[in-house]
């Protein structure tokens, strides 16, 4: 009986060990980490396309207003003195503005005579000598002569009242072209331009200006001039 007893106890001892191992490994499971979250998509990468740029020429002997900055005369200039204007419009090509309004351009004084008796006038000769764009010196090219206005008819009237001395005494007016007058110039050179879909006009780092002269005339050279340009405008006609 004692051998049946314990045998009993065994077979029990056996099935109780399963029960067991399967009571401690429940909570196990019921607390097992959860699965790992998918990350996150990526933003989608746009890529920015630049602006595509054209290449055009702002053509030579292109127009440009400009206006003066202040009243210049031949009482108050000298021979090759320099003085500064405002371009007035915007130069553009294809509907791009190229040189902007507000540009300095530069001219010179090339010939100038002082007022004198007997109604004797002064006058001035001045050449446009180029614009000054962000630091370029774009030539550009034009004359203007001005001449005060004379008083010969007094002259005359004070040569024959009071002879030679009373005809000194009557004097001239200097030669002077008043701020804000406007003038046209024009270009030199054909003056390549990059253009781009924004709207932007942009003068091509290949440009090379024409050199800008500096130089005054003597009579002698201002008639030889005054001469081939009569000569060409009538070969034009």
Known sequence: MKIVHAALLAGASLLLVPAAASAQEAPAA????????APAPMPAVVETVAPAATEAVLPANSEVVVTMNE??????HRLGEKFSLTVA?????????????GTRAVA????????????????????FRY?????????IEGRHHQAGEGRTGATVGAVVAAGLVGGMLVKGKSAKVEEGREFTVRTVDAIPVTLSDGGAAVIAASYTPARVSMMTETDKQRKAREKAERARGKKAK
């Open 71 to 76: 009243t210049v005369s031949s009482k108050s």
């Open 131 to 139: 614009l000054d764009h962000n630091g370029l010196q774009i030539p």
């Open 108 to 127: 010179q004084i090339t010939r100038r005579t002082g007022k004198g008796g007997f109604g004797k006038s002064g006058k001035m000769d001045f050449a």
């Open 30 to 37: 019921a607390t097992a980490a959860p699965a790992p979250e």
């Open 89 to 101: 419009e915007d130069v553009k090509v294809e509907g791009m503005t190229v040189i902007p309004r």
